[in-house]
């Protein structure tokens, strides 16, 4: 198409968006003017073709509001697990029964099969008070918030005895007292999906928060 054509084209589109009364005044046309199926079969009239962009249009709305749907229903149902999780923590007591509830939400609620805890606040003869390094705890206190991605042979990673080797994605959730951080949440899955560099970490971080909150009270 030429130039020269082209321009014609624009002309005659921009007389038809500021004279929508021309289709009012030459109905005819509507049912005349033949205009290429969008699935490529041949020519249908412009009124149909009208009917079928309508159509699609409807659909991708229809498909839009079942993704939102589905989103919303998914963040509900993670609510109702970090509420349950917060429920059960501020009723646990001691402290190796807190930390116990906390491992086992994370499994059993929200599907990680591996998760554990490790404090560099107080003592005892928990697991949770074994020896880290500090390199280990400089990494906690650095992150702005929750870590995901691949396990890329963290320390972190042996809290999970012999199933470490079997891990192969990781979240770190730093265990904070106003912005001190006292400890290390890890969760750990053999699937590489499960957690990944780009995933959001709000329900994390709630979690983070919660059972920081309740170790607090026991330490």
Known sequence: MSETETLRA?????YLEQHPEFFIEHSQLLTRIQVPHPRGTGAIPL????????????????????????????????SQRVHR???????????SALIECCCRAVRDDFGVPHAAVRLWRGSGESEAFAETSEELRNFAAALPRPFCGPNDNFEAVAWFGEAAALVRSVAFIPLRDAGETIGLLAMGSEDPERF????????LERIGELVSAALLREL
């Open 85 to 95: 999780l917060a429920v059960d923590l501020m009723a646990g007591s001691p402290l």
């Open 47 to 78: 009124s149909e073709r009208q009917v079928l962009s309508l159509r699609e249009q409807n659909r991708a709305l229809e498909n839009k509001l079942a993704e939102l749907i589905q989103f919303g229903e998914e963040n509900d149902d993670i």
């Open 10 to 14: 624009d002309d005659v589109a921009q």
């Open 196 to 203: 990944y560099a780009d995933m959001g970490t709000l329900y």
